[in-house]
């Protein structure tokens, strides 16, 4: 299996890091706040240094971010003590480890899942997301959009490889058209997909 965290870590280290905004993704907090989802425990997936981990915190979660860079993961800490917010950071890969907190009531991941070029790729993403969620927890996944043709800029999924991936183990929600939450003048162009886990009967 082909992983993208090897690329990742030498782009946190070079300072490569394009998609880090400093500022909570716009969908994240639409999402949060119209749905409306309730304050649990949340893990955000691939959490970079923290922007949205802590914009979670500071909405009464309780947050657990995870990523695969370990200078990610020291940026996120001291991010969180400059807003003297308390959340948990690790240096984890969910591929592999049991995250810490779990069964959590809302997973967050901005860029993790289109990440990974093949349909089982994605769909073992997606399991492992599941496995980490309580009954009828809810995942919303931000997902670089293949109706948009750019030469540069996140990975590209289309809506049948999402349904796809994760349809055995949620049940989507909602997903709908935006843009990334970035510094460049024209954002490329997102999925936003919430989920919500199956229960085994269903």
């Not at 996120?76 to 890969?93: H, I, M, R, Y």
């Amino acid at each position: 299996m082909t992983r993208p965290e090897e690329n990742y870590r030498q782009k946190y280290q070079a300072g490569d890091t394009p998609w880090d905004t400093g500022r909570p993704d716009f969908n994240l907090v639409q999402t949060v706040t119209a749905m409306p989802v309730d304050p649990c425990q949340a893990l955000d997936i691939g959490c970079g240094t923290g922007n949205n981990s802590i914009w979670l915190a500071q909405n009464n979660f309780t947050v657990t971010g995870i990523d695969t860079a370990d200078t990610a993961i020291q940026k996120a800490g001291e991010k969180a003590a400059l807003e003297q917010v308390k959340c948990t950071f690790l240096l984890n890969d969910i591929f592999t480890d049991q995250i810490a907190g779990a069964p959590f009531g809302f997973v967050f991941d901005r860029g993790c899942f289109h990440s990974f070029n093949s349909d089982q790729e994605r769909k073992l993403f997606a399991e492992k997301v599941a496995g980490h969620l309580a009954p009828a927890g809810l995942w919303l996944s931000i997902i670089g959009n293949a109706d948009e043709k750019r030469e540069f800029g996140p990975p590209q999924r289309t809506a049948t490889e999402i349904i796809t991936a994760v349809e055995s183990s949620f049940e989507i929600i909602s997903l709908t058209t935006s843009r990334f939450e970035s510094n460049h003048p024209n954002p490329p162009r997102a999925w936003v997909c919430l989920m919500r886990k199956r229960n085994r009967a269903d």
